[in-house]
């Protein structure tokens, strides 16, 4: 499946970053450009369960393809989060359930410097885009 050209911009930089303090310096600007979310959005009901972290996940279908906003609280998971989001924009539902995530934060570097905190926080994420797939 081919990336889109944000997922392939991440993809670049981080590609090319030297380290795993690169890679962190690079995972927070990637948070910052998250748009932010209005304070209605930041409702129970976009609340993803399951992360120690608050993470809210806003999703709308358009013509068959996604779009999702998200924010956090942590800085950390509000980059992973932005990551995740630039490799699943604009996907149909049949994309979105053939998609290795895993795989895409393995490309990226990020892989095995995710606690396992962080791991069933990202994978709360997943599983909550899985579900928004499964019941369109």
């Known amino acids: ?15 090319q970053a030297a380290g ?5 310096r690079l995972l927070m600007q990637w948070g910052e450009r998250l748009s932010p979310l ?8 976009n609340r993803v369960h399951g992360c120690e972290s608050q993470v ?11 779009r999702f906003k998200g924010a956090s609280d942590a800085r950390i998971i509000r980059g992973l989060l932005a990551l995740l989001l630039v490799r699943v924009e604009g996907l ?3 994309e979105l359930q053939q ?8 490309q990226l570097g990020l892989g ?16 909550r885009i899985a ?6």
């Open 92 to 94: 149909s539902s049949r």
């Open 20 to 24: 795993w303090e690169q890679r962190a």
């Open 38 to 45: 209005e304070a209605a959005e930041k409702c129970e009901a």
């Open 99 to 106: 998609l290795d995530l895993p795989g895409w934060f393995n």
């Open 56 to 66: 809210w996940l806003v999703a709308e279908q358009h013509e068959g393809q996604w």
């Open 112 to 127: 095995r410097q995710l606690s396992p905190s962080r791991s069933n926080g990202l994978n709360a994420v997943l599983q």
């Open 1 to 15: 499946m081919s990336l889109n050209d944000h997922a392939q911009a991440a993809l670049d930089s981080f590609e």
């Open 131 to 136: 579900q928004l797939a499964a019941d369109a």
